[in-house]
């Protein structure tokens, strides 16, 4: 089975700098996701990380570390609108990509 | 727009009532889903369907009952709900295994 382990709550000032955590256990994955939920929105999908190292995507990147079992999200430059829970994800392995959620991270940033 | 269109976007049913949620999805994926988010939870998987195939039921009780007819559309049909299935559904569609999942804004349902 899988479980995975986000704090549920970060809280940041804008223009910082926020790591968002994300540990696993599971018997077997082809990768780690990461998606964002405004409240009362749905879940966009953010970045998705296959192999161990560094993804960036403008603002964000997101880390893997397959022999430490965890994972982040790292959000620079934030801004009020980086507001939201923030989820990370495995694609356990299987024939249609199926995925398992943290309980998500709400992130608060205030002025 | 997300390309994934839930309806509606919030129902509010009695234990007794039958209601259907509908989905569709513009995006020309072949794999639909439908999850359930409670609050203080983590999204549940609840059916996965792979061209127009049932591939996963995570132990769901059968008063929710999914339809696929098509690979664009995705159904669920409630009846004799519980207080405790009061949640928000999502659905979501991918291009097949390994591709991220692109999500509608869920509908939000309230059993009285």
């Known amino acids: 089975g899988q479980s995975l382990e986000q704090p549920s709550e970060v809280t940041a000032v804008e223009g910082a700098i926020v790591q968002i955590n994300c540990t696993y256990q599971?018997?077997?994955?082809?990768?780690l996701s990461w998606y964002q939920q405004h409240d009362g929105g749905a879940p966009t999908f953010l970045s998705y990380?296959?192999?161990?190292g560094l993804e960036e995507t403008g603002r964000f990147s997101s880390f893997l570390s397959r022999s430490d079992s965890y994972g982040y999200l790292l959000l620079q430059e934030l801004q009020m609108k980086d507001s939201a829970s923030y989820f990370c994800?495995?694609?356990?392995?299987?024939?249609?990509?199926?995925?398992?959620f943290g309980k998500g991270t709400m992130l608060l940033v205030s002025p | 727009e997300t390309g994934v269109t839930q309806t509606p976007r919030h129902l509010v049913m009695g234990m007794t009532n039958k209601k259907s949620l509908k989905c569709e999805q513009h995006?020309?994926?072949?794999?639909m889903y439908w999850y359930k988010q409670s609050a203080k939870k983590p999204l549940e998987l609840m059916f996965v369907?792979?061209?127009?195939?049932?591939?996963e039921n995570n132990s769901v009780p059968s008063r929710f009952s999914p339809e696929c007819p098509n690979s664009s559309h995705l159904f669920l049909h409630l009846h004799t709900l519980q207080p405790e299935d009061s949640a928000l559904y999502l659905c979501?569609?991918?291009?097949?295994?390994?591709?991220?999942?692109?999500f509608g804004d869920g509908t939000r349902l309230s059993i009285l």
């Open positions: 979501a569609s991918s291009d097949g295994s390994n591709q991220p999942q692109h």
């Open positions: 599971t018997s077997g994955f082809y990768g």
């Open positions: 990380n296959a192999l161990d």
């Open positions: 994800a495995v694609n356990p392995v299987a024939e249609v990509s199926t995925l398992t």
């Open positions: 995006l020309g994926h072949n794999a």
């Open positions: 369907y792979n061209f127009k195939e049932q591939t």
